[in-house]
């Protein structure tokens, strides 16, 4: 294999660093992005039950704000509440929504240079194997020396930059739109449970 890299040439390396970067982002976002780390279990179960009978403690709120996601669009809710009142459904809505984009970011982390990888990487493959076709042709201009199959060795060799480009995007493309549809379910689930939790609140000031 490192003979094959060292032959296709140059342009080879940026696609050794790219596969390099990938495979970490890729390690990285599977272990954030499990569901019990993400979304432990029942946590909107347990924020309804601390809240029915009595505005929770600061021991509770900061046990809540470290349940995963979710946890902080709930506890900020309370907050709300805690500091302000007489805050309405909308202002309390408000403060939720704003903690969930953020959760929502902290999801996305990192897919974006997932997707830059998976789309550029086809391009760096070719743009090396059009730069070793110049090469290879160059120097069968320049001299009459060049046997056939020394001509077709030299392509072959050259086409590996497209294969490892290839080989780089389609794994990095298929897990990026696995961990894209992995963020809209959570961010879906983190949505109901907001609604649900609002509703809550009203009926506890009520």
Not at 103 to 123: D, G, K, N
Not at 177 to 189: E, M, N, P, S
């Amino acid at each position: 294999m490192l003979s094959i890299i060292v032959a296709a040439g140059w342009p080879v390396w940026p696609l050794v660093f790219c596969s390099v970067l990938a495979v970490a982002l890729i390690i990285e976002r599977l272990v954030a992005l499990r569901s019990w780390k993400v979304l432990p279990p029942h946590v909107l179960e347990k924020a309804i039950e601390m809240t029915r009978n009595s505005p929770p403690t600061p021991d509770t709120l900061g046990r809540l704000e470290r349940a995963g996601a979710l946890g902080p669009i709930l506890a900020s809710g309370l907050h709300t509440l805690r500091d302000h009142p007489d805050a309405t459904h909308d202002q309390v809505m408000a403060s939720m929504e704003m903690a969930g984009r953020v959760q929502a970011h902290q999801l996305e982390r990192y897919l974006t240079a997932l997707a830059t990888i998976a789309s550029a990487a086809p391009l760096i493959g070719l743009l090396g194997t059009v730069i070793g076709m110049i090469e290879i042709f160059g120097a069968h201009q320049a001299g009459s020396t060049t046997q056939p199959a020394q001509l077709a060795r030299g392509i072959s060799i050259a086409l590996y930059n497209t294969a490892f480009g290839l080989v780089i995007a389609i794994p990095a493309l298929m897990f990026w739109r696995y961990f894209r549809a992995t963020v809209d379910r959570y961010v879906l689930v983190m949505e109901m449970a907001t609604e649900r939790f609002g509703r809550h609140l009203d009926k506890m000031r009520n």
